[in-house]
C-alpha cells in the first residue's frame, strides 16, 4: 500500500508538471496569437506603465520567443516554474499578490464545498437509498425522472433563475417578516456577506449540489442495488452474523468503493459549478476571484488561479486514487 | 468440426458483433413510443430550423437598430415587435432568432470535432497499445485535470483583443478551438475502452487470421460497437456547449457584441431585469432552457435505448 | 445404532411462495427430508427445481417478501427453526448449520482479507480475540489443505485460483464447527479435475467430524460418488427419495429414470444423447396434476388431472410420487 501511494504521488506530481507545462504553452500561443503581448494581459484596460512594465518583467514578455509563433518559450517557463516554487503566483491588477488573495478567499470556498458535499450526501443517499428500495416502482422511475431534470439544468441558468426570480422577492419577505439581521433574510440574500459566511452560502451550496446530486442520486441506487442481493452478503448473513454487522462490513464498506470513484470524477465539474456559482452570487471565493479577474480582463490573476487550482485538483485525484486503493485491495497489485 | 477459417468467414458476412440493423431500429422504436421523446425532438428539430432558416421568422435584421425605439414592451402578435425591442431598439424576436445561430452553431461544431478526435485517438490508443496507447492516455490524463470552464476563461481572456471580423464562424472560432481542445477526452476513454473489449474477441482474430487489414479490421468490426456509447453521449453535449456559451458570453469572452447569441441577451437582459423590462432576460433564458432540456432529455433516452451498460 | 439414525436435521412439509410481478410462484411445494450424522443426502434437481431456494429457506436466508413460507417444519435436533425470530434462527445458523456457496467469487467479499472473512464470525460472535483468530484461520486453511497457509491468510480472495477459493469457502463454513453443512453446488463452477478433489475434501472432512452432509447438485456422476440418499425434485416437489443404490439400480420414477438415462455412456458410441423432451414447467404456470406429466412416457389421464400424486412408501425407506411407480421400477433400466 506504501508503495502504491509513492508511485501514485509521484505520477501526481509528473501529470502536475505536464499540466502547467501544457498551460503554460497555449498561453505562450495565445500571447504570440494576440499580437500584442503585455497588452493582452489587460484587455480593453489601458495599463499603467508600473502595471505594464510589472507584467512584462513577470512573464519575461520581452522575450524574443513570443514574437515567434510556434515557439514554446522554455526559458519564461523555466523562471514561472521557479516562481511557482517559491509560491509567487503573481499579482493582481491592483498589485495585491495572488497567494494572499487566494488566502482569503479559500476558506469561502472550501465552506461552499462543505454544504455542496453534504447536500450531495444527503440529496445522493436519501433519494437513491429510495430508489434502489422501491425499485421498479413508480418512485424510482419518479426519482430518475427528477435526476434527469436536475442534470439538464445548467448550474447558471439555475442560479438566473434564482437571483432573478425567487431571491430578491424571498429575501424582501424575510426581512420583512424577520427582520434585517435574522437567519431568513440572510439566507435569501442574493449576494455574500463576509460578516456572516456560513448563512449566506447555504442557498448557493445548495443549488450547486443539486445540479451535481443527479450523478450521487443514480451511483447509490446501484450501489445499494447490487450490494443488497449480492452473493457475498446473503454468505455473510448465513454466518450467521447480525444485520447491522453485514450491513456496516459488507453493504457499506463495498458501496464506498464507487463513491470514491465518482467523487474524483465529479470534482473537476464541481470546480466549475463553483466558479460559476461563486461568480453569480458574489461570493469571495477561488471561483468568484476568477470570474471577477476575467471581467476585468486581469489576466495574471486568471493564470494564477487556474493554475492553483490544477494544483488543487491533482492533489484531489491523488486523494481519491489513495482512498480508492485502501478500500478495493483489487487494484492495489497492478 | 467446421474449418475455423469458414466460420470465420461466415461470421463476417452476418456482420457477426456489428451492430446490425435490427439494433438501431430496435432503439429507434423505444424511442419513438415515448411522449417525452417525442415532444423534446419536436423542441429541438424547431430550434434547428429557426437556426438554419432565420428568415422564415422573422424580416427584421438583428442588427438594424433604431435608438428611438429603444425597450419597447412585447406586442405580440400583430405588432410592429412581437417580442419587443431591447435597450437599443433591436427588435428582440429578430434577436432571438439570429442569436440561435451562433449557439447552436458552436454547439453543433464543437461536438462534432471533439468526436471526431476523440474516436480516432481512442480508436488508435485501443487498437494499438503500447506507446501509442501511453502518449495518449496520459495527455487524456493532462487535459482531464483543468475543467472545460476554467481552460476556456484563461484561454478567451487572453484572446480578447483579437478580432477576427463580423461573420457567423469568425465570432465563434475562437470559443470552437478553445472548447474543442478541451472536450474531446471523453470520448477518448469511451471508444478505447469498448476496444479494448471487442479487438480480443474471437470474431476481430479471426478477420485478422483472414488476412484484413488494421483499418479494415478498425472500422468494420471495432468501430461499430463504440459508436453506440458515443452516439449516445452527443446530444448531451450539445446542451452542454450551448449552456457553456452562455455563460461565456455573460463574462464577455464568448460570442461578442456586436454579434448576437443567446448568451449576449441573456447578460443584457439580466441587467435590465430590475428595471422593469423582464422580458429581456426571460425571453433568451427561456429560449435557452428549452433548447438544453430537449437535448438533455433526447440524450438521456439515447444513453438508456443504446448502451445498456450505462443504464 | 439408534444414536445414529437420530435426524440432525428434520425438514416437514416446506412450502415456500415468491410474490412475482406475473403472480404467485410456488417454488417449493411439500418438501420432506431429513439428514442425520455422518450420512450425505443428495439432492438432485434442475434449474428452477426449488432445491436451492429450500436450503435459504433452511437457513433462513430468503427475503421475507417476496418471499413467503407458507407452511412446514425445519427440525434442528428437535426444534423447529422457522418459529424462531430472526435473531434466534441466526443464531443457530453458521453455528450448527452452515453453507457452502455456488460460487467462491461472488460470495467471498473482495475488500476483506480471507482471514479476516474465515474467523468473522469467530469474532463477532464467539469474541475471539485478533490473534487467536489469526490462529484459527490457519488451522482452517490447513483443514482444507491450503498451501502455505500462514501467508496466504493475509490474501484477498481475488488473489486465489478457483479451486482454492472454493477450499476457502469451505474452510469459512466450517469455522464455528457446525453439525450440517449444506453445499449448494460446491462444484459446479469448477473443472473436472478440481471437482474431484473438492469432492474427496468434502467427504474426509464428514468422515472425521461425523457432520451431516447435503449435497445439492445436478450433476447424477458427482451423487453416485459421494451420497448416501438421494432426493429428487421436480418442481418443487420431491419426487423421489431413496438410497443412492436404489436409484442407481433401478430408479421408481420416470423422471429420474430419464435424468439417468440421459448420462452420456462411453460404452454407447454413435448413439444419440438421450434427452428428455420439453422444458421444466414454467413456475407461474404449474402444469395442473402431476407435474412432470407433459414430458413423461408413462402418462395416463390420471396423471393429468389434480390432485398431484402424493409420496407412498414403495418399500422400507423407499419413496415415489408416481401413481406407477411399482411398474417404472420393475422396468430395469436406468444405471447399471
Known amino acids: 500500500m506504501g508503495r502504491y501511494v509513492m508511485r501514485r504521488v509521484l505520477q501526481g506530481v509528473f501529470t502536475l508538471f505536464l499540466v502547467i507545462l501544457l498551460l503554460h504553452l497555449l498561453t505562450t500561443l495565445a ?26 518583467k513577470r512573464y519575461a514578455l520581452d522575450d524574443p520567443c513570443y514574437d515567434q509563433l510556434g515557439n514554446p518559450c522554455l526559458g519564461p517557463f523555466v523562471d514561472r516554474l521557479a516562481a511557482y516554487a517559491s509560491g509567487d503566483f503573481g499579482e493582481s491588477l491592483r498589485g495585491r499578490e495572488v497567494t494572499d488573495i487566494v488566502g482569503t478567499a479559500a476558506p469561502n470556498t472550501l465552506r461552499l464545498f462543505a454544504v455542496v458535499g453534504v447536500t450531495w450526501m444527503l440529496i445522493g443517499m436519501t433519494l437513491g437509498s429510495i430508489a434502489a428500495r422501491r425499485r421498479g416502482k413508480p418512485s424510482d422511475q419518479g426519482i430518475r425522472g427528477l435526476s434527469v431534470l436536475i442534470d439538464a439544468l445548467p448550474i447558471f441558468v439555475l442560479l438566473l433563475v434564482y437571483k432573478y426570480v425567487f431571491s430578491v422577492p424571498l429575501s424582501k419577505w424575510a426581512k420583512e417578516t424577520f427582520g434585517s439581521d435574522s437567519l431568513p433574510a440572510l439566507l435569501f440574500k442574493p449576494s455574500f456577506s463576509a460578516d456572516h459566511p456560513w448563512a449566506t452560502l447555504i442557498v448557493p451550496g445548495i443549488l450547486l449540489g443539486l445540479a451535481g446530486s443527479a450523478a450521487f442520486i443514480r451511483l447509490v441506487r446501484a450501489a445499494q442495488l447490487e450490494n443488497y442481493n449480492a452473493d457475498h452478503v446473503r454468505a455473510a448473513r448465513s454466518k450467521g452474523l447480525s444485520e447491522r454487522h453485514v450491513t456496516v462490513h459488507h453493504v457499506v464498506r463495498n458501496s464506498s468503493i464507487p463513491v470514491a470513484t465518482a467523487v474524483g470524477i465529479i470534482f473537476t465539474e464541481a470546480l466549475a459549478g463553483a466558479v460559476i456559482t461563486e461568480g453569480m452570487m458574489n461570493i469571495y471565493g477561488m471561483g468568484g476571484v476568477l470570474w471577477r479577474a476575467v471581467q476585468d480582463s486581469d489576466v495574471s490573476v486568471v493564470i494564477g488561479i487556474v493554475t492553483l487550482l490544477a494544483v488543487v485538483t491533482v492533489a484531489v485525484m491523488i486523494v481519491v486514487d489513495v482512498v480508492y486503493a485502501a478500500l478495493d485491495p483489487r487494484i492495489r497489485y497492478d | 468440426m467446421t474449418d475455423p477459417s469458414v466460420s470465420a468467414l461466415m461470421a463476417e458476412e452476418t456482420e457477426g458483433g456489428v451492430p446490425n440493423r435490427s439494433f438501431w431500429s430496435d432503439a429507434f422504436r423505444t424511442l419513438r413510443r415515448r411522449p417525452s421523446v417525442i415532444g423534446a425532438t419536436v423542441v429541438a428539430v424547431f430550434f434547428l430550423v429557426v437556426a438554419l432558416f432565420p428568415w422564415l421568422f422573422t424580416d427584421k435584421d438583428p442588427q438594424r437598430c433604431d435608438i428611438a425605439d429603444s425597450r419597447i414592451p412585447p406586442q405580440w402578435l400583430g405588432g410592429e415587435h412581437p417580442f419587443g425591442t431591447n435597450v437599443h431598439g433591436c427588435d428582440v424576436l429578430a434577436e432571438l432568432v439570429y442569436g440561435s445561430r451562433p449557439s447552436l ?29 501511453a502518449i495518449v492516455s496520459r495527455t487524456v490524463e493532462v487535459f482531464l485535470v483543468i475543467p472545460l470552464l476554467l481552460a476556456a476563461l484563461l484561454l478567451l481572456s487572453l484572446f480578447r483583443t483579437v478580432d477576427l471580423g463580423d461573420g457567423l464562424l469568425a465570432t465563434i472560432i475562437q470559443p470552437a478551438i478553445v472548447l474543442t481542445l478541451f472536450g474531446w477526452m471523453g470520448y477518448t476513454r469511451y471508444v478505447r475502452a469498448s476496444v479494448l473489449e471487442t479487438k480480443n474477441l474471437d470474431y476481430v482474430t479471426a478477420a485478422r487470421v483472414l488476412g484484413a487489414s488494421d483499418l479494415r479490421i478498425m472500422f468494420r468490426h471495432v468501430l461499430p460497437n463504440a459508436i453506440g456509447t458515443v452516439t449516445a453521449l452527443v446530444p448531451t453535449a450539445i446542451a452542454a456547449v450551448i449552456g457553456t456559451e452562455a455563460v461565456l458570453a455573460f463574462l464577455g469572452i464568448g460570442v461578442r457584441p456586436p454579434a448576437v447569441s443567446w448568451g449576449i441577451m441573456i447578460t443584457e437582459g439580466s441587467e435590465w431585469f430590475t428595471g422593469g423590462s423582464q422580458y429581456l432576460l426571460l425571453f433568451p433564458l427561456g429560449c435557452l432552457l428549452a433548447t438544453v432540456l430537449a437535448f438533455v432529455v433526447i440524450g438521456d433516452n439515447l444513453r438508456d435505448a443504446l448502451d445498456p451498460k450505462l443504464r | 445404532m439408534t444414536e445414529q439414525n437420530i435426524p440432525l436435521l428434520e425438514v416437514e412439509d416446506l412450502a415456500v411462495e415468491f410474490a412475482t410481478p406475473d403472480g404467485v410462484v410456488r417454488a417449493v411445494d ?47 435436533k428437535g426444534e423447529d427453526l422457522l418459529t424462531l425470530s430472526p435473531k434466534e434462527h441466526r443464531a443457530v445458523c453458521g453455528a450448527h448449520i452452515a453453507m457452502v456457496f455456488q460460487d467462491a467469487l461472488t460470495a467471498l467479499n473482495p475488500v476483506h482479507t480471507v482471514g479476516w472473512q474465515l474467523t468473522e464470525a469467530l469474532r463477532a460472535r464467539r469474541k475471539m480475540s485478533r490473534r487467536e483468530a489469526a490462529g484459527r484461520a490457519v488451522e482452517l486453511l490447513d483443514m482444507v489443505k491450503v498451501p502455505n497457509a500462514k501467508e496466504r491468510i493475509k490474501d484477498y480472495p ?20 457446525p453439525e450440517v453443512l449444506i453445499a449448494d453446488e460446491p462444484t459446479t463452477a469448477l473443472d473436472v479435475t478440481v471437482q474431484a478433489q473438492i469432492m474427496t475434501l468434502l467427504s474426509e472432512i464428514q468422515a472425521e467430524r461425523d457432520m451431516g452432509l447435503i449435497l445439492i447438485t445436478h450433476d447424477m456422476g458427482v451423487v453416485a460418488n459421494v451420497a448416501d440418499d438421494v432426493t429428487v425434485m421436480y418442481a418443487g416437489r420431491a419426487v423421489e427419495q431413496a438410497s443412492v443404490f436404489d436409484v442407481f439400480a433401478s430408479a421408481a420414477h420416470p423422471y429420474t429414470r430419464a435424468l439417468l438415462r440421459s448420462i452420456p455412456r462411453l460404452d454407447q458410441k454413435g448413439a444419440g444423447l438421450e434427452v428428455i423432451p420439453g422444458r421444466p414447467p414454467d413456475p407461474t404456470s404449474v402444469p395442473a396434476g402431476c407435474p412432470f406429466h407433459p414430458r413423461c412416457g408413462y402418462a395416463e389421464d390420471v396423471c393429468r388431472s389434480d390432485p398431484p400424486p402424493p409420496q407412498h412408501t414403495l418399500l422400507y425407506d423407499r419413496r415415489s410420487a408416481c401413481h406407477f411407480a411399482e411398474r417404472v421400477v420393475q422396468e430395469r433400466g436406468g444405471v447399471r
Open chain 3, 158 to 177: 481475488h488473489q486465489f485460483s478457483g479451486g482454492m477459493r472454493q477450499r476457502v469457502m469451505i474452510a469459512s463454513a466450517l469455522a464455528m464447527d
Open chain 2, 105 to 133: 452553431l458552436l454547439a453543433f461544431i464543437v461536438v462534432g470535432a471533439s468526436v471526431l478526435i476523440g474516436v480516432t485517438l481512442g480508436t488508435l490508443a485501443g487498437y494499438y497499445l503500447g506507446i501509442v496507447d
Open chain 1, 31 to 56: 500571447i504570440q496569437l494576440n499580437g500584442n503581448p503585455a497588452q493582452a494581459f489587460f484587455g480593453d484596460r489601458p495599463p499603467s506603465p508600473s502595471q505594464l512594465a510589472a507584467v512584462e
Open chain 3, 30 to 76: 411439500g418438501l420432506s427430508y431429513s439428514v442425520t450424522a455422518g450420512r450425505t443426502l443428495a439432492i438432485v434437481g434442475e434449474s428452477g427445481s426449488g432445491k436451492s431456494v429450500s436450503s435459504l429457506a433452511v437457513m433462513g436466508l430468503l427475503q421475507i417478501p417476496p418471499a413467503r413460507i407458507v407452511r412446514g417444519a425445519v427440525r434442528f
